[in-house]
């Protein structure tokens, strides 16, 4: 099948036999993919050029020659463009063929930049998808709030068909809204498994983070999905990369005191002592602050490093529980032999954190566990300084009755 342009006479390309007999539509849609041009902008006529031949018009079996003349768009109308819209938020297929038919730009859009191709993406039309890609939509125009383009709202609502005709039709896999997140990034926050895996076999970047620095992986991890964190990591995803805050997938894993998800990485090779680049904060530290004791002792069996301080006041996990008051995590880690008298910069020792803070149960426990009751900081104040000076007088009290030294200058009535 021959087709030719119309004013000139010139052979445009030859179509494969097979489509004689077959709709004048579907001539067009495979002459759109031979030529680019899309079959909304096409108009056939017989070889004299004297009939129009519409869309659900039969082409003669034998071989014929096609008369083409492709249109240019018709001029942008307000009225027009809000029912195309309309059509694409109401899933109206028969409306908006009818209206890309004179034919009409699809790439219009609303005051907020949104295309129809972006609210069809946003309620996962695919029908309405494909025929705006054939009409030309644009895969990755953004709507201009947050530059969402429509892989990106597709991702964020679930929709894996239409990601999948999205990317299919070159739909840009990487490209980030204003805050640095892209699909993926996105998908791995809502915990769509088979988004993230759909993406991450199209190529998309698997540790391409937004603007805070998080990666998919980071995000997972923070949402306790850990299909998504196991899919990452087996698919080649860091494990060890850090937001701009210092964090690793570990950390926040450990922060939101997510076992499962901790042991994984961990088996997995996650480095169990890396700290955090502005503190020194490890994952143990992390947890033991949050008092997630379940995860400081299975970071303790996996060997880390319980008496490793950070770089900023020389803490270590013991005195972070013991300033926050987690007596189980405490006791834990002084029976896993963590080092009860480290001190920090300042020379405070755990016992003195927790005289300080008013923790009887954890000065008591500290005690009868050994801790060295008179160990001054580096300004020589005692635990039982601390105590009396802040007005804990059930501790000062204690520590008196165990024994501990009276400084020369402090009356302590009982």
Do not use: Y
Not at 303 to 314: I, L, P, S
């Amino acid at each position: 099948m021959e087709v030719c342009f119309l004013t000139s006479g010139e052979t445009l390309t030859v179509l494969e036999d097979e489509l004689q007999g077959q709709t004048a539509k579907a001539v067009k849609k495979a002459l759109a993919a031979k030529v680019g041009i899309s079959r909304f902008k096409q108009r056939f006529f017989l070889e004299d050029g004297s009939h129009q031949i519409q869309d659900d018009e039969v082409l003669d079996p034998v071989p014929v020659k096609i008369q083409l003349v492709v249109l240019e768009f018709w001029p942008t109308d307000d009225e027009v463009s809000q029912k195309m819209i309309s059509a694409s938020r109401d899933n109206g297929l028969v409306a908006l063929e009818q209206l890309l038919q004179h034919p009409r730009n699809p790439n219009v859009a609303s005051n907020d930049g949104k295309t129809p191709l972006f609210h069809a993406a946003e309620l996962g039309h695919v029908g309405l998808i494909e025929l705006l890609l054939e009409a030309g939509a644009k895969t990755d125009q953004p709507e201009f709030a947050r530059r969402r383009t429509p892989l990106f709202v597709a991702a964020c609502n679930d929709h894996l068909d239409t990601v999948r005709v999205l990317v299919e039709h070159g739909a840009a896999k990487d490209q980030a809204a204003n805050d640095g997140a892209t699909p993926l990034f996105v998908a791995a926050e809502t915990g769509n498994l088979d988004i993230v895996r759909f993406l991450v076999e199209a190529g998309a970047a698997k540790d391409q983070a937004a603007n805070n620095g998080a990666t998919p992986l980071m995000i997972a991890a923070e949402a306790g999905n850990l299909d998504i964190v196991r899919f990452l990591v087996e698919a080649g995803a860091a494990k060890d990369l850090t937001a701009n805050n210092g964090a690793t997938p570990l950390m926040i894993a450990a922060e939101a005191g997510n076992l499962d998800i901790v042991r994984f990485l961990v088996e997995a090779g996650a480095a169990k002592d890396q700290a955090d680049i502005n503190n020194g904060a490890t994952p143990l530290m992390i947890a033991a602050g949050e008092g997630h004791l379940d995860v400081v002792r299975f970071l303790v069996e996996a060997g880390a490093a319980k008496d490793q301080a950070d770089f900023n006041t020389g803490a270590t996990p013991l005195m972070i529980a013991v300033a926050e008051g987690h007596l189980d995590i405490v006791r834990f880690l002084v029976e896993a032999s963590a080092a009860k008298d480290q001190a920090a910069n300042d020379g405070a020792t755990p016992l003195f954190v927790a005289a300080e803070t008013g923790n009887l149960d954890i000065v008591r426990f500290l005690v009868e566990a050994g801790a060295a009751k008179d160990q001054a900081t580096n300004c020589g104040a005692t635990p039982l300084r601390v105590a009396a000076q802040n007005g804990h007088l059930d501790i000062a009290r204690f520590l008196v009755e165990v024994g501990a030294h009276m400084s020369q200058w402090i009356s302590i009535s009982f």
